[in-house]
């Protein structure tokens, strides 16, 4: 009959997978760990075998195994090991519960039984493996061998019972715990035949509920979840009984069907928006990338968030923004801000207020106000420093991280020195790069233009770039013109623009100096040289100013000043973005090193948890695998819509023929006829044919004087810009890099038109005009 034990207790520490099952593995584990779970023992798969060795058949059928005698030392065990009470007998097969197969509802569980019972309710638990259902769901799913192994408890008389879920069973989030709750022994609930309560913890708070169960007890279920799931190493749906006041657990298994969902449209109804946002982080980003956003981001408002993670995308919550300006008696200021860096929202769409009243606005806006000032001192504290050593630095770092041969020896350089450079380094470059963002001139650019009108406004705030040529923003684009004259070398460029490409925020993506092809294809992208259009801008600045001397003598020598000063502002914010990218880039080595030394794509998880897996924490590897799945369905859809209010679903936005590209808000205004409308991104009228370029890797195409047209550019499209006549894209805003840098160039640009891409065909001829922010079409293609 074998040698292994027929019949085990429920905590023993031999009840394993092959021998006790799926659920019998998962209890026992709980049980030791000292969770609520009803005492019992395991009928174990030694049992199983030895009834089915004596059936007398090649392969068991359903009807056999429940007409088959189970042996009488078999039988001796159980009855030896029954308690008085009544029991649940439970099916338990080696491939059930796994985190990847769950089985659920395949094999049979019968409750109430009592005395001699037991055996026929064990016969019927070791039929239910040979059901149609249950071999047909093993051969669809590749399962050539299963046995059953029986758990056996103290029936629970519950008042209540339910399922809770530590990850949201419907989005898939994992920072939501759901219980359900009905009164009784509970299965009913699991049939389906009764609709139960729903309770949800958010934060550690019941964010919804009924009447079954009070706070205390949702709360107190939740931290029950919370501890089987670290044990089990991932999401689980936990069944649970309530008797006496006192909870008992069932039964935990992997939520096998969940999907990731990363969603924080879901949190509120928001206004949110990529504007400015789009532009630095133009793809889906991995959760590693999402993780250091998080760091960066302002602090919540009273509990709501500053940022959210849509879809994979950054989005800023306007609400929060402007109700901080309102709280504190700055909204009109605070809405014309938002308008200068974000851009105007399209007709029909308001901000939703904060769900919170006035003197808790003010509270929440304080407490957020303080942290930011801080940070606003300490950059303007540090930044010069900072900036002055921060290639040496970032050097030093990289090297480091390649010298780190053990896990160990990794983890203790990211506590002792990375962590530390993206808190304090990484964090007072950030607050360089969006400092310059805040305000950014709106008042000079306001009193220009009511002095010497759009056109000569424009010309005069251009000349950042400074008579050194210390505009970081054009960097890369004037070095590639010195590599094409032999002015400089390959290695040359690497060292001081290696870091900059168009997905430089996205620590998954390898950088230009990884890419021993990069150059090349950069390099054979030809058009006017850029010093070129640089002088031409600067002999328009220069006439500007010249008119406003003599129109406004009085006022020139101040506005001289203040034009000095903002163009030392531009290029300080961009010195900063640079080193910010360039410190994005250490963080990236970091990350390459932990995969190599532990075998784990770790961009699937948080910095928090890959240093946890470096010190030896297997459970949050667990999380990668649905996390990549994630990943992909979201980066399969186009770019969701530019401003986005309430509930958002990229997939059936995505899936819909009429979708809009620009809005997704309710009372939003249709889009207008002709004419594509965005928002003066740099002045100058050109007339073209248009070329729309889908990716950066795309650029190629783009022929000279053609009309580039795109979803949104950045730094690693600015090789392209001396080829076209003017740029036009979906996303972006009048302070974006792609507006500063095409003013810098004399290029017109329209940029934040939301539905450019969708509206407009390469071969269309149109007219753009950059300080009015139109694009006409002169001429369909075809």
């Known amino acids: 009959m074998g040698t292994g034990a027929l019949v085990l207790p429920l905590d023993d520490p031999r009840a394993d997978l092959d021998v006790v099952g799926g659920k019998g593995a998962s209890l026992a584990r709980l049980r030791r760990a000292g969770l609520p779970v009803p005492d019992g023992f395991h009928v174990t798969t030694h049992a199983y075998r030895a009834f089915t060795a004596g059936l007398g058949v090649g392969r068991p059928d359903a009807a056999s195994v429940a007409a088959g005698e189970v042996p009488a030392e078999v039988a001796a065990a159980i009855l030896a090991a029954l308690p008085a009470g009544p029991v649940a007998v439970r099916s338990s097969a080696t491939a059930e519960d796994l985190p990847d197969l769950s089985f659920a509802g395949q094999h049979d569980t019968v409750l109430d039984v009592r005395g001699r019972d037991v055996l026929d309710a064990v016969r019927r638990c070791w039929a239910s493996l040979w059901t149609e259902r249950a071999v047909a769901y093993r051969a669809r799913h590749g399962v050539a061998d299963a046995a059953m192994a029986v758990v056996v408890q103290e029936m629970v008389p519950a008042d209540a019972a339910g399922v809770l879920f530590t990850a949201d069973p419907v989005t898939g989030a994992r920072d939501r715990t759901v219980v359900e709750a009905a009164p009784g022994p509970g299965d009913a609930l699991v049939g389906g035949e009764v609709t139960p309560e729903r309770y949800a913890v958010v934060d550690g708070a019941v964010t919804s509920g009924g009447d079954l169960l009070d706070d205390r007890e949702v709360l107190e279920l939740a931290a029950l979840g919370a501890r089987a799931q670290e044990l089990v190493g991932a999401p689980v749906d936990v069944e649970w009984a309530r008797v006496g006041g006192r909870f008992a657990l069932l039964q935990a298994r992997p939520i096998t069907a969940l999907e990731e969902v990363w969603n924080d449209s879901l949190r509120g109804d928001y206004l949110w928006t990529c504007a400015n946002l789009g532009e630095a982080v133009p793809s889906v980003m991995t959760p590693a990338t999402w993780s250091v956003a998080q760091a960066l981001a302002q602090p919540p408002i009273g509990g709501h968030p500053t940022a959210g993670n849509i879809g994979g995308r950054f989005y800023l919550n306007l609400s929060a923004v402007l109700a901080v300006g309102s709280a504190l008696g700055l909204g009109g200021p605070a809405r014309r801000l938002a308008a200068e860096v974000f851009g105007h929202l399209p007709d029909g769409v308001r901000v939703p207020a904060l769900p919170m009243s006035r ?26 420093g900072l900036l002055a050593a921060a290639p040496a ?6 090297d480091r991280i390649a010298d780190a041969d053990t896990p160990a020896r990794l983890l203790a350089l990211w506590v002792s020195e990375v962590e530390v450079f993206l808190r304090d380094d ?7 790069a969006r400092a310059g963002a805040r305000g950014g001139g709106a008042r000079l650019r306001r009193t220009l233009r009511r002095l010497v009108g759009e056109r000569d406004a424009a010309a005069l705030l251009t000349g950042a770039h400074g008579p050194a040529g210390e505009l970081a923003g054009l960097g890369p684009l004037l070095a590639l013109a010195r590599l094409r004259r ?19 925020f996205e620590l998954s993506a390898p950088r230009p100096a990884e890419d021993p092809d990069w150059l090349d294809r950069q390099a054979a992208v030809d058009g006017p040289d850029p010093a070129e259009l640089l002088a031409g801008q600067a002999a328009a600045r220069e006439a500007a100013w010249r008119r406003l001397v003599a129109a406004h003598p009085r006022r020139a020598a101040r506005l001289g000043r203040a034009l000095a000063a903002h163009g030392a502002a531009v290029r300080l914010r961009e010195r900063a973005r640079s080193e910010m990218v360039r410190g994005f880039g250490v963080l990236r080595a970091f990350l390459v090193r932990a995969r190599e030394l532990t075998g784990h794509d770790v961009f699937f998880l948080s910095l928090a948890e890959t240093a946890a897996v470096l010190g030896g924490d297997p459970g949050p590897v667990s999380a ?30 995505a899936a819909d023929p009429d979708r809009r590209g620009d809005v997704h808000a309710p009372a939003a205004a249709a889009p207008p006829g002709r004419e594509v409308t965005g928002l003066p991104g740099a002045a100058g009228v050109a ?33 392209l810009f001396p080829r076209a006549a003017a740029v036009v894209t979906d996303v972006g805003a009048p302070l974006s890099h792609a507006a500063i840098v095409a003013r810098e160039l004399g290029i017109p640009a329209v940029v934040g038109c939301g539905d450019a891409t969708a509206r407009l065909r390469t071969g269309d001829r149109v007219r753009v005009d950059g300080a009015r922010g139109t694009v006409t079409p002169v001429d369909r293609a075809g």
């Not at 630095?393 to 990289?398: C, F, Q, S, T, V």
């Not at 990484?426 to 360089?432: P, T």
Request: proline residues 8%; charged residues 30%.
């Open 359 to 384: 003197p808790a606005t003010v509270r929440a806006a304080l407490a957020a106000l303080a942290p930011f000032l801080r940070q606003q001192r300490e950059y303007a504290r540090r930044v010069e």
């Open 486 to 504: 032999g002015e400089i070398d390959r290695e040359t460029y690497l060292r001081e623009w290696g870091h900059r490409f168009a997905d430089e």
């Open 624 to 653: 990668i695998p649905a996390r990549r799945r994630a990943y992909e369905r979201y980066r399969a859809l186009p770019p969701y819509p530019t401003v986005i209010r309430g509930h958002f679903d990229p997939v059936s936005w």
């Open 426 to 432: 990484i964090r007072v470059y950030d607050a360089g």
């Open 687 to 719: 007339e073209g044919v248009v070329r729309v370029i889908p990716s950066v890797a795309d650029g190629a195409a783009l022929r000279p004087g053609e009309v580039l047209v795109t979803t949104v550019t950045n730094i690693g499209w600015t090789p």
């Open 393 to 398: 630095r970032a050097g030093r770092l990289r």
